[in-house]
């Protein structure tokens, strides 16, 4: 049941008046339902109208490919029924391909049967009859398990055992088998392989049964088409057969005339008699003519229905299969992990799109490898027969078709390497330049004000990467085309010639009618294309080669990225501490980034707001990163790899095998108790030695950073973003949508997001709490007016609303979106240089409502650009004296 109703109905579209509101509302996404029911081959389906497609294809191949010629219409529709139903109910492969051979055996045995009695229908026994299902019964049993066999797999080992190494040598040389098992592995690598088996299977069962029905059509077309052109062609002979008859009577009438006449009654000048053209002749051309609308309406079209409808069929099959390949690429695999994003980012300057057409390509081409040559399949099979009667022909035509057709594929290649170089550097550096140009279009105006030569200095290198492209796009482009025209030359002058030198024999030696030449031609083709498919294919080999590097690259970068630089840290309730559970405490950390070096030997710090000083590069950003990449919180960021941290034992001076008791402050946190060989040890006569370890208590998992730069994605509503939900999308209640957006907005202009008339004078200059910010700096009409058009703005989607605030107004919406948002303000609050842009009134509104948000909380800001130093009431008035100053932060009360 859960098979029936995931092949889903069809849903036309009433707005689309078109020729195309005909067609169903094609989607190529997974079923997200079905995949977890994922158990074998009887689950639901993946894709919209797979269980359809794969019915449909089953009755199309099994109608279409007879099993004899004789075989009666009911009973090809018999057959293909049962195999329609049997695929449509995703039952397993096996039974399928059981039953389908089945289909074929059993009425050939029967036939057989029946000539080898020597009898009729209407003249079997009971007798005759049961032993005609005797028959049908043992084949019935023997296709199953003929087909469960091969389906265990056993007749593969089998013949990984026996073949000879050279005929597998042979196979691995004729055939892209390696490119394609290379293929699928880098596929894999990015797609859980019980998904792909699935897929895979669904659509190479389609295909196969769509393009071996479309073959066989195939040939029956391309014979009813040779028999009218050969008709066509034998006008011409009997036309020109009619007028040498005609030109012989005429001249014997005149030699006949010249002997019985007299001289005198001869006319010298007298015109020769026109050559008229038969009544048989023009009935011909009249025939000819009328039999090309029945070959129209009855041939030419049904076949041209059925090759759009059931190849459009099997192309969206394929379709699902690569375009969900694609956004495991582009989508799912990238957005898997967060460390994915990052990790390419910084790895090359390749884009996601360009990843996942290079899956496009790795996909599109290995399949077409199979589409092709299974179409061409009923066509091959034609040879064999041919050619048992007519050995000779292997030795005379084919070795030189195979030799011509050897030696230009081995040329393309070639060639086809060099493009591909040509043109992967090309894309690097077009990716390169993309990047350079999307960046300086951003910044121009920064641009224009960087000084005098800054703007020809963009030009010569937006010149150069221009230069450097279109190089290797003229040098490629040229080798392309010296390519395209050296494959036509041979193609139709050399490999179509020799292939006429074969059918010439075969015709002369009576093998093959006028009628097959088409189809024949096609059948060598398609033979030689089969056994040099591997030299034939090196230029799609080629361009699959260079993307399969990328990805493989990509591959290793996720690789990477999925191995976590994470800190380990603590929570206060998994280890014995005497410290409060609200507070962090750090113990014996030490860290270096750049020219920096910080060590923290012991710090605690209970719920309050902290200011970090220090001088720029002082390490005070690096303090709050080793903080973000705790593993206890609820979001880890990675540790990036220019952060350094060390073991507080590293700096011990390496004689000193015992710690000093006095450098451990807290033993039963701070200290690693380790046992020592020598109980005598003057430093500690206990025999032990303690060596401190780092440790990070945190309060609990929820910290948040409010970092220097913010991120806003383009073209998005910004209530969407601030909540991280696509709200208009996901809520059907509006006045709820309108209320959550009333509540961003009122946040926002508490701190005086969209000001009207204020002035600098109505903020309190001494830090004081603002406790109503309604209608206090304007008129309550301004007030209004603003809360309207913030509101407004906030559901507008725009292609970059955030990019066109200043500084100031994007540490508010930072702020509003990560704390006050909130129920409760995060237990640890990073706010690094936050309150750097903000004006006067707008800092004193930001430090006073997170002083009364985040009142529970241990909230860190850097805040280094008023740090100033002031005298120390401990020390003794000396001004040459460093310990006599400290630094101080003039923080209002904050």
């Known amino acids: 049941s859960t098979a029936k109703a995931s092949c889903g109905k069809n849903k036309p579209n009433s707005h689309t008046k078109t020729i195309m509101g005909l067609y169903p509302d094609l989607n190529t996404h997974r079923n997200r339902e079905a995949l977890k029911a994922i158990t074998g081959a009887s689950a639901a389906s993946l894709f919209q109208y797979e269980c359809a497609i794969a019915g449909i294809s089953a009755f199309f191949s099994r109608y279409t490919v007879k099993a004899r010629k004789d075989e009666p219409m009911p009973q090809r529709i018999f057959f293909a029924t049962i195999m329609s139903f049997l695929s449509y109910n995703r039952k397993p492969y096996e039974i399928i391909c059981a039953f389908h051979l089945f289909s074929y055996i059993s009425p050939l045995l029967i036939s057989w049967y029946h000539k080898r009695q020597g009898m009729k229908k209407k003249e079997m026994s009971i007798v005759d009859k049961l032993r005609a299902l005797t028959v049908v019964a043992i084949s019935g049993v023997a296709s199953l398990l003929f087909c469960q066999y091969v389906a265990s797999g056993d007749v593969q080992r089998i013949l990984s055992i026996i073949t000879p190494k050279m005929f597998v040598d042979a196979i691995y040389y004729l055939f892209p088998v390696a490119e394609l098992q290379e293929s699928h592995d880098i596929v894999s690598a990015f797609v859980k392989p019980v998904l792909l088996q699935r897929m895979l299977s669904h659509l190479l069962f389609v295909t196969f049964h769509v393009q071996i029905g479309i073959g066989y059509l195939g040939i029956d077309f391309l014979t009813n088409e040779q028999l009218r052109k050969n008709q066509l062609i034998r006008m011409e002979f009997n036309q020109a057969d009619a007028e040498k008859e005609q030109q012989q009577q005429v001249k014997g009438d005149s030699n006949k005339a010249d002997g019985n006449s007299s001289p005198a009654s001869s006319t010298p000048n007298s015109p020769p008699k026109k050559i008229t053209r038969t009544k048989n002749q023009l009935d011909a051309a009249g025939k000819f003519r009328r039999a090309a609308v029945p070959f129209i309406f009855f041939t030419v079209i049904p076949y041209m229905i059925q090759i759009i409808f059931f190849g459009n069929m099997n192309q969206f099959a394929f379709f699902c299969v690569r375009d969900d390949i694609h956004r495991e690429i582009r989508l799912n695999g990238l957005f898997e992990h967060d460390s994915h994003l990052v990790a390419m980012a910084s790895s090359s300057a390749t884009s996601p799109e360009q990843y996942a057409a290079s899956m496009d390509t790795v996909v599109s081409t290995s399949y077409d490898v199979f589409n092709r040559k299974i179409f061409s399949l009923p066509k091959i099979m034609l040879l064999p027969g041919v050619i048992v009667k007519q050995p000779s022909l292997l030795i005379k035509i084919f070795p030189f078709i195979f030799l011509s057709d050897f030696i230009k594929a081995r040329l393309v290649a070639t060639v086809t390497n060099e493009v591909e170089r040509l043109q992967k550097e090309a894309k690097e550096i077009q990716s390169i330049r993309s990047k350079v140009e999307a960046f300086d279009m951003k910044n121009a105006e920064l641009l224009q004000r960087a000084g005098f030569g800054a703007t020809e200095f963009t030009r010569v290198r937006w010149e150069e990467l221009t230069e450097a492209i279109q190089t290797k796009e003229v040098a490629s482009e040229q080798l392309r085309r010296t390519r395209m025209y050296f494959q036509w030359l041979q193609n139709n002058f050399v490999f179509k010639a020799l292939i006429d030198c074969a059918l010439a024999n075969l015709i002369a030696m009576g093998r093959i009618v006028s009628a097959e030449i088409f189809v024949f031609s096609r059948a060598i083709e398609d033979s030689v294309d089969l056994l040099l498919m591997r030299s034939r294919a090196e230029a799609e080999l080629a361009t699959m080669s260079t993307e399969l590097a990328k990805l493989r690259e990509l591959s290793s970068v996720w690789e990477r990225g999925q191995k976590r630089n994470l800190v380990h840290c603590n929570f206060h309730d998994e280890i014995s501490n005497e410290h409060g559970s609200n507070s962090v405490v750090i113990h014996n950390l030490q860290y270096s980034r750049g020219t920096a070096f910080v060590s923290i030997e012991n710090l605690e710090l209970t719920p309050g707001v902290y200011a970090v000083t220090g001088a720029n590069g002082s390490g005070k950003s690096t303090l709050f990163r080793v903080l973000m990449s705790c593993d206890t919180n609820d979001k880890s960021i990675d540790l990036p790899e220019s952060i350094q941290l060390y073991d507080p034992i590293h700096h011990h001076s390496l004689m000193d095998e015992v710690v000093p008791p006095e450098s451990c402050k807290v033993p039963d946190e701070g200290c690693e108790v380790l046992p020592v060989e020598d109980e005598k040890d003057q430093h500690n006569q206990q025999g032990v030695v303690e060596i401190p370890v780092t440790s990070i208590t945190m309060p609990s998992s929820h910290i948040s950073e409010i970092s220097q730069t913010f991120y806003w994605p383009l073209y998005t509503k910004p209530i ?89 107004q994007k540490s508010k919406v930072e702020l509003v979106r990560k704390v006050f948002l909130h129920e409760k303000c995060p237990d640890v609050l990073l706010i690094d240089e936050t309150m750097a842009p903000l004006d006067p009134t707008s800092k004193s509104l930001v430090m006073s409502k997170v002083k009364d948000f985040c009142k529970n909380s241990v909230v860190l800001v850097i805040y280094h650009t008023d740090v100033g130093r002031g005298e120390n009431g401990d020390g003794d008035g000396d001004d040459s004296k460093d310990d006599d100053f400290v630094e101080c932060v003039p923080s209002n009360n904050f």
């Not at 109503?772 to 700096?777: F, L, N, V």
């Open 720 to 808: 969407d973003w601030i909540y991280q939900k696509h709200l208009s999308e996901e809520m059907s209640d509006r006045a709820e949508l309108e209320s959550m957006v009333r509540v961003v907005a009122e946040h926002l202009q508490s701190l005086a997001f969209l000001q009207t008339q204020i002035s600098s004078d109505d903020a309190s200059d001494n830090g004081a709490a603002v406790e109503d910010t309604t209608c206090k700096y304007g008129t309550c009409e301004d007030v209004d007016a603003s809360m309207a058009q913030l509101i407004v703005d906030l559901q507008e989607e725009k292609e970059d609303w955030f990019g066109d605030l200043s500084g100031g």
